[in-house]
């Protein structure tokens, strides 16, 4: 009986480890199903939260209604003229697809909806077979279910593949996750290339993650000085970057990205990212004898690539947004994505930084074990799983440090840091399970789980009442989600069609529920009328009526308590929107009915 055991255990091993691609999209599959059924209410009221998810659906809908494939200019905002939005069309496929596909069931509004809830899980995929072999390679074959589960205590990473959440980022992490692999992967040319395509089609999608790009590009670099047998591993990812960035911005960048601008995949890093990739495919084929030379090599390398940047785009050594230094000041050094984690509230930056500080921690016991274990077992330190472990440590450190400069990167990290915390789980687990104290036995994998994952930050913030927003932010968060809503936004149809003057958050979202056109968006290349929308609600009545006349806008619509009303107030309590909040009346405004108990306020502009 214990022999039929023993061999049914031992052949579920071996079917585990050799089917470990399959039942990772099994589970996948599964995740898709809860979330669709758990989410399915914000699919139905297709709850597109942020701004740039209204504004992914409606640059979707307008290449499907026959924009060009090149020109991403967003006619409505800002109408006529409009204004570039600076994105690849590389994440409409999917999208554009599915729509299409659902289609052949249903209406064009339910296939709109369905698409939405669908098309965030798709990268989920990726990142998750990327996460299980990088966790087969480095800590064990039969590790991997302990990845995929890993990446769903991971808050700010799930965030990014929850239905409705289809703008790019998503797909982002998941050329990040397949980054990792490719450092991790033992055959240098196909994990090169692997990496080089992740950074390639990342950077195509934006630059959000350059600075991951540039540190897994740093790392392999690293790994030629240190053992000359990594040039083809150099080799491969510098073909991959140049060649890849060379495909993706013929493909997929827009007419307005063919100029030297700074916040896109433009001439100007095109040719940072082809000049880097022919610059280590020098360094891989020389590949000196000795290490000093190559590392004397790369840094010549690494100058020519800066003193060139510096040289030929001097305008991009600043801001790549190249904002005015007003719309800086009111709006981008506000921005709360891009501030230190540090600057962010107990109750939200402690979540985030929980996990990537366990799997930083997790990486370097891990890297120290397998030191210590190959130097007893008389091996090299130049194994790959010992590499492997060295480059998932700087990359969690570099993700950890990158915190403290923005909170964006706070999924990212979460990402990386779970090889290291699946590496303290198979290791903490088995001693703990096997402890003589039964105190230890029952209580110390709970404690371990939860300390490992990260979720005892979530436990503390939320039952200790530590930064508990006030009773004022719970009602600016509550104003500011119902005039978000299908419901609150669609009676507005029952006018005809108009330019809308309205916030600038409340601008995408009012494209995507209504036929009326608005005024701006929070996008930097949007930066002249997002200054006219904030002129007009914090300056005097006269000029707030001459800024809207002058954007041929018929409609105000104000949403009373929204997040944005509450800094035009607290920066100009006499403005325009200061006094309209009051209730004072304009002899060019005329208030229009809404159904009752609707969040928002129209007028007609005279």
Not at 126 to 151: D, H, K, N, S
Request: charged letters at 15%; hydrophobic letters at 50%; one cysteine or more.
């Amino acid at each position: 009986m214990d022999d039929r055991r023993s061999a049914f255990v031992r052949d579920l091993a071996i079917d585990f480890d050799r089917r470990w691609i399959v039942l990772t999209l099994v589970a996948w599959a599964a995740i898709v199903a809860w979330y669709l059924f758990d989410d399915w209410n914000r699919i139905r009221w297709l709850a597109l939260g942020d701004t740039d998810d209204n504004m992914r659906l409606a640059q979707v809908r307008a290449w499907m209604g026959g924009q060009g494939w090149y020109d991403l200019r967003q006619y409505r905002l800002n109408p006529p003229a409009g204004f570039d939005i600076h994105w690849s069309r590389l994440v409409d496929l999917p999208l554009a697809g599915l729509i299409l596909f659902f289609r052949l069931f249903t209406s064009d509004a339910w296939a709109q909806k369905l698409a939405c809830g669908v098309a965030p899980l798709l990268p989920l995929s990726l990142a998750l077979l990327g996460l299980a072999a990088t966790a087969r390679r480095l800590v064990a074959p039969l590790a991997w279910p302990l990845a995929v589960a890993g990446v769903l205590f991971a808050g700010a990473t799930m965030m990014m593949f929850a239905p409705e959440r289809i703008d790019h980022h998503g797909w982002q992490l998941a050329m990040l996750s397949l980054t990792v692999a490719g450092l991790c992967d033992p055959h240098g040319p196909r994990g090169g290339a692997l990496v080089g395509i992740a950074s390639a089609v990342s950077l195509t999608i934006g630059l959000e993650m350059l600075p991951f790009a540039g540190m897994a590009g740093a790392i392999i670099a690293l790994r030629w000085i240190w053992q000359r047998e990594e040039a083809p591993r150099l080799s491969a990812y510098a073909l991959t970057l140049g060649g890849g960035c060379a495909a993706g911005y013929a493909a997929f960048a827009s007419y307005a990205d063919r100029v030297p601008r700074c916040d896109a995949l433009t001439p100007v890093w095109l040719s940072v990212m082809v000049a880097a990739g022919a610059l280590l495919f020098v360094l891989a084929w020389t590949s000196p004898a000795q290490r000093m030379v190559r590392l004397a090599m790369a840094v010549v390398a690494g100058g020519i690539i800066a003193a060139g940047f510096a040289h030929q785009f001097p305008q991009c050594l600043g801001r790549p947004e190249q904002v005015s230094p007003e719309l800086a000041r009111a709006w981008l050094d506000n921005v709360r994505e891009a501030k230190p984690i540090f600057r962010h509230p107990f109750r939200t930056a402690f979540p985030i930084a929980a996990l990537p500080v366990a799997g930083l921690i997790g990486a370097c016991v891990a890297t120290w074990r397998t030191r210590r274990r190959l130097l007893a077992e008389g091996r090299s330190l130049a194994e790959p799983v010992m590499v492997g472990w060295v480059s998932v440590t700087l990359f969690t450190a570099f993700a950890c440090v990158a915190l403290c400069w923005q909170v964006r990167f706070g999924p990212g990290a979460q990402m990386l840091a779970v090889p290291g915390a699946v590496a303290l789980v198979w290791w903490l687990g088995p001693l703990l399970l096997n402890h003589r104290s039964l105190a230890v036995r029952v209580f110390g994998p709970v404690l371990g789980f939860l300390l490992v994952t990260g979720l005892f930050a979530n436990l503390i913030v939320q039952h200790t009442g530590v930064d508990r927003p006030s009773r004022y932010t719970q009602r600016v968060n509550r104003a500011t989600g119902r005039c978000m809503t299908q419901p609150a936004l669609e009676p507005l149809d029952a006018y005809a069609k108009q330019t809308v003057f309205t916030f600038i958050d409340l601008g995408p979202r009012l494209i995507v529920l209504s036929h009326h056109d608005a005024i701006a968006g929070p996008y930097h290349r949007n930066g002249d009328a997002m200054l006219d929308v904030q002129h007009a609600f914090q300056g005097s009545p006269d000029q707030a009526h001459a800024i809207m006349r002058r954007h041929r806008a018929t409609l105000l619509l104000v949403c009373p308590n929204m997040a944005e009303s509450t800094v035009y107030r607290a920066r100009a309590p006499r403005g325009f929107y200061g006094q309209l909040a009051h209730n004072r009346k304009f002899a060019w405004l005329t208030p229009l009915p809404l159904p009752r108990g609707s969040p928002l306020r129209l007028f007609r502009i005279g």
